[in-house]
Structures are given as structure tokens and as C-alpha cells.
């Protein structure tokens, strides 16, 4: 159990802090706009690719991490968590690793259609299937997460925070229907905002659980 929470702990400082990371490059990025209806320029694209790609691998491991620390009856719903955030972070990085390394490429560039594959605005298969990693994975993962997480206190906290990210990822869905992406945002509140913050609060949970089971050790000795 102490690896396990170690690598918790691990994990979600990892995810607040690249998540913080990807907010500060995003805003500079916006900020750098030569058009407000031009895309984000390099190195900032680049930047939040490469930021994308380390992150993903980091929330599966909270996962992995909450499955550890989940109490027996909250062990079914924490291996859901890894599965869905699994095909979360495969997706999102399928994706990215794809717009990253074949969108530059001339073969890719020429013609009109590329804007129908890689660009980031709706409709375009990349911008689907992003939407089908964040606005439906991942608020499952994040929903059997907080089905998991079991305790008072702190860890309420963080329960109340995964179904809320949860929620509103659920909620970002509506824009597809809808035609409208900028309802889209709501889910984005959900996945970049919130859960970095209940990966935070884990880490702080993962910490004082490590104390605690460290502790009678120490009175033996």
C-alpha cells in the first residue's frame, strides 16, 4: 500500500502541475494571437501537444492509485476508473501525437481536406474525437472515481470534486447536438479546471494516508 499511495501522490501533484502548466501556455498562447480567428501559433501548439501527452499518462496513474486506496467495496467501480481513463488517455494522445507529427508534413498539408482531419474547430474528425475522449471518457472514469473514493473530511472533498468535473464534462456534450461548441466549455471547467484540482487534493490525501500507515512502523521500532 505505501507504493501505491507514493505513486498517488506522485500522480496528482503531476496532474495539477502540467495542468497548471497547460493553462499558463494556453493563455500565452492566446495572448500571442495574430488574429483573434487565427489558430494558437508555435511554440505554443507545440507546447500544449507535448503537455497533453504527459498528462494523460499521469491521470491513468491517479486512477490506478484511487483502485489502491479504494476500500473493497469500492474496488469494482476504481477498476472502471483505470478502464475508462485508459481509453481516455489513448484516444487523446492517438490524437494529439497525430496532429503533433503528421500535420506539418507536406503530404498531410496539401489540399483542403487536412482542415476536415487535424484542425481543432468543429466539424473535423480530430475535434470528434477528442470530444470523444473528454466528454464521455473521461467524466466516466471520473464519475467511478468518485464512486470509489470512500471517507470524510478531505477526501469528501475530493469525491464531491470528481462527480462535479464529471458533471460538467457530461454536460459539455451538449454542444455536438447542438451544433455549438462554445457549450463545449462547460465540459472543459470539468476536465481542466476541477479534476486538476481533485488531483491535488488526492495527492495531499495520498500523503496523510502514507503518514498514517507509516506511523504504528515507527512505534514498533
Known amino acids: 500500500m505505501p507504493a501505491s499511495l ?6 496528482g501533484l503531476a496532474v495539477a502541475v502540467l ?11 492566446l495572448l500571442t494571437l495574430p488574429a483573434p480567428d487565427q489558430p494558437i501559433q508555435n511554440p505554443w ?8 501527452l504527459a498528462i494523460a499518462p499521469a491521470m491513468v496513474a491517479l486512477m490506478v492509485a484511487f483502485h489502491a486506496w479504494a476500500p473493497a467495496e469500492g474496488k469494482a467501480m476504481a477498476v472502471l476508473g483505470i478502464a475508462f481513463m485508459g481509453m481516455c488517455a489513448v484516444l487523446t494522445c492517438s490524437v494529439h501525437f497525430a496532429v503533433l507529427t503528421l500535420s506539418p508534413q507536406p503530404a498531410f498539408a496539401a489540399g483542403d481536406w487536412p482542415s476536415l482531419v487535424f484542425a ?5 474528425v480530430v475535434y ?9 471518457f ?3 472514469a471520473a464519475l467511478c472515481a468518485a464512486c470509489s473514493v470512500r471517507g470524510a473530511g478531505l477526501a ?6 470528481l462527480f462535479a468535473s464529471a458533471g460538467l464534462a457530461f454536460a459539455g456534450l451538449a454542444g455536438v447536438p447542438l451544433d455549438d461548441m462554445n457549450v463545449r466549455n462547460i465540459g472543459i471547467v470539468g476536465y481542466a479546471v476541477l479534476f486538476p484540482i481533485a488531483a491535488a487534493l488526492s495527492a495531499l490525501v495520498f500523503r496523510r494516508a502514507m503518514a498514517s500507515a507509516s506511523a504504528p512502523e515507527s512505534g514498533r521500532r
Open 156 to 161: 469528501a472533498v475530493v469525491r464531491g470534486l
Open 19 to 29: 495542468s497548471l502548466a497547460y493553462v499558463v501556455v494556453l493563455a500565452l498562447g
Open 45 to 52: 501548439f507545440t507546447l500544449l501537444e507535448l503537455l497533453i
Open 138 to 140: 473521461f467524466p466516466l
Open 120 to 124: 481543432f474547430r468543429w466539424p473535423s
Open 6 to 11: 507514493r505513486m498517488g501522490a506522485l500522480a
Open 128 to 136: 470528434a474525437l477528442d470530444i470523444l475522449a473528454w466528454d464521455v
